[in-house]
């Protein structure tokens, strides 16, 4: 965040009470003001008016409007046979015009973010102007800009200027390609994701990027090369994008709707204010708007350091990705300002220190979005499994209460109405039409209550008394049942859970299938896993289709019975095509 830089450059002489690299009307050499080259001897001083040399010069030459300045580069540079280079190493200046001394008069050369990338005399991203044909070691600069002049000179060689473009071209092809990579991931998680986190931060690290690349000089050299004025202005409206996007970011990524209002609508309402900025900069006189912008960015920057530090004390893990990659932004930020003021040396690291710290900053929060990405995943898992558990808890009462309600009613119409029964009968011996007829209610009433409770699986064993269900089931339908039941002696827990499991598939096949053949088979299987009770329910019905919810409360009870005792149950069906059964039940023979 250049622009916070900036502004603290600005503010450093009251906040630390030392000069900042701006030049104040003395003469400083190269061991006072932070010039970064140390081999060469540099002196300037700002002067009150035009040079007198160059007063003679034709006036839209003066036109611009800034701080005029001579320099005086060390003795023997016109001399050499070497080429020589005047940088200013600090690319986001407005404009500078220098004047050189030549032969036939003087050489007048423009650059900065005013000028167009085309006019420049060397097509390089830093500020440069040759030194060749130069008469004498004293030249002028006239220097616009809207901020405080930051106006640090260089003097390389042909050699170091072409190393520094290859080595320019190099870095930031790098890193923007990693920037652009995470764009592009981040951008395709959104897709798939539909989470709004990711498609702030993409907009977020673009606009960002944005603001880098016109900092940097590289937007400048290879995106707008012909457009005059136009690199601050681009900066500021990607500032103000920024600015937007980063308050939205945030209240998404650590869900500040949900656990502060309070701090929502204070970033909510941060976020707009950029935007209304936007207009002004346009004007002619753009100054007043950079200025707000650059409050507003601190503000914001402060506002959020704020609360990524309240909610990572709060325990909240994507607010610790936010609290670590401001820390190092802000550390970054300072020691950029240390370095601007001379007070530490400069090196690659502290030169391109900012551009480290916003790939890192990027590539901090694109893990913090995969953490809290993976966070969200474990904690629907987590609510599935609760929700799942609950379900178990809901069948296994059910299915508890039904067996109960069965066995007592089961119990009674045996052992009370039958025995009712069997005494009315008994007192009607002398008459035996009556007589007949409780019989076959006899019957029904033995048959219902060992469907409801299942005595005869006690009497017959399992086997024959899934042959009598099966049997009973279709009486008087016009679905014909091959039945081919073999398992043999079944321990009681498994026999009566695969009872009651028959018994409801049975009454659906009887009253939803509508076939006219149904295949029953059950047998005991033996595998690497123990003996279990294999039973294969098969019709050539309707069908239904299996991907809509045709499950009955009955049929759930009985698939979660059997799946809770560690079974499976598998239905296939479609329409037409009638439906099979499967379900497979270990058999605990201890």
Not at 389 to 394: A, M, S, T
Not at 523 to 540: A, E, F, Q, T, V
Request: glycine share 4%; charged share 20%; net charge negative.
């Amino acid at each position: 965040m250049n622009y916070l830089f900036v502004l603290l450059l600005a503010i450093s002489p009251w906040v630390f009470g030392q000069n900042v690299p701006a030049f104040n009307g003395e003469t400083h050499d190269a061991g006072e003001i932070p010039f970064y080259d140390a081999a060469h001897k540099i002196s300037a001083k700002k002067l009150t008016e035009t040079p007198a040399p160059l007063k003679s010069l034709p006036k839209n030459l003066a036109e611009p409007e800034g701080n005029w300045f001579v320099i005086k580069l060390p003795a023997g540079l016109e001399s050499s046979e070497q080429e020589w280079f005047l940088q200013i190493d600090f690319p986001n200046i407005d404009r500078v015009d220098f004047y050189l001394p030549v032969k036939a008069g003087w050489q007048h050369y423009e650059t900065g973010d005013e000028v167009s990338f085309s006019s420049w005399p060397v097509k390089h991203r830093i500020p440069s102007i040759p030194l060749s044909g130069m008469s004498g070691n004293t030249l002028y600069a006239k220097v616009s800009m809207a901020s405080l002049v930051v106006f640090p000179l260089l003097i390389v060689d042909k050699n170091e200027l072409e190393s520094q473009v290859v080595f320019s071209n190099s870095y930031y092809s790098a890193l923007f390609a990693v920037i652009v990579a995470l764009v592009i991931y981040n951008f395709s998680l959104y897709l798939f994701l539909r989470d709004s986190s990711y498609i702030f931060y993409v907009a977020y690290i673009l606009s960002f990027t944005l603001v880098q690349l016109s900092v940097c000089g590289i937007g400048q050299q290879y995106l707008w090369p012909e457009w005059n004025h136009a690199t601050t202005r681009i900066a500021l409206v990607a500032i103000a994008a920024t600015n937007f996007f980063l308050p939205y970011f945030v209240i998404h990524f650590v869900s500040l709707a949900s656990s502060h209002k309070k701090l929502f609508h204070v970033l909510q309402t941060g976020a707009w204010i950029p935007l209304a900025v936007i207009p002004f900069v346009f004007l002619q006189n753009y100054a007043y708007s950079q200025y707000i912008l650059h409050f507003v960015s601190v503000v914001n920057m402060l506002v959020i350091f704020a609360i990524a530090m309240i909610l990572t004390g709060q325990k909240n893990r994507p607010a610790a990705y936010l609290f670590i990659s401001y820390t190092i932004l802000f550390f970054a930020i300072f020691l950029s300002l240390f370095q601007q003021n001379g007070w530490i040396e400069t090196n690659f690291w502290v030169k391109h220190l900012m551009e480290m710290a916003i790939l890192f900053e990027a590539l901090l929060l694109s893990i913090g979005l995969a953490d809290r990405f993976n966070a969200l995943r474990m904690e629907n898992l987590r609510i599935a499994n609760e929700k799942r558990r609950d379900q178990e808890r809901f069948y296994g009462e059910l299915v508890r209460v039904r067996d109960k309600e069965k066995y007592d009613l089961g119990k009674t119409l045996h052992d009370s109405i039958s025995h009712d029964l069997l005494v009315i009968k008994n007192r009607l011996s002398n008459a035996p039409d009556l007589r007949d007829l409780v019989n076959p209610v006899m019957d029904k009433v033995r048959n219902i209550s060992h469907m409801m409770h299942p005595y005869h699986i006690e009497q017959l064993g399992f086997e024959l008394a899934a042959e009598a269900v099966a049997e009973q089931s279709f009486e008087g339908t016009e679905t014909e049942c091959l039945i081919d039941v073999n398992c043999g002696e079944v321990p009681e827990k498994e026999a009566v859970l695969m009872y009651s499991l028959l018994q409801e598939c049975l009454n659906n096949v009887v009253k939803h299938a509508c076939a006219s053949e149904c295949f029953l088979q059950i047998h005991k299987l033996k595998d690497s896993d123990g003996d279990r009770l294999s039973l294969s329910l098969k019709d050539d019905g309707v069908g239904f289709d299996i991907s809509v919810e045709h499950q009955g409360l009955g049929l759930r009870m009985a698939r979660y019975s059997i799946e809770s005792n560690g079974g499976t149950m598998e239905i296939r069906s479609e329409p037409g095509n009638g439906t099979r059964i499967q379900v497979d039940l270990l058999l605990n023979l201890k």
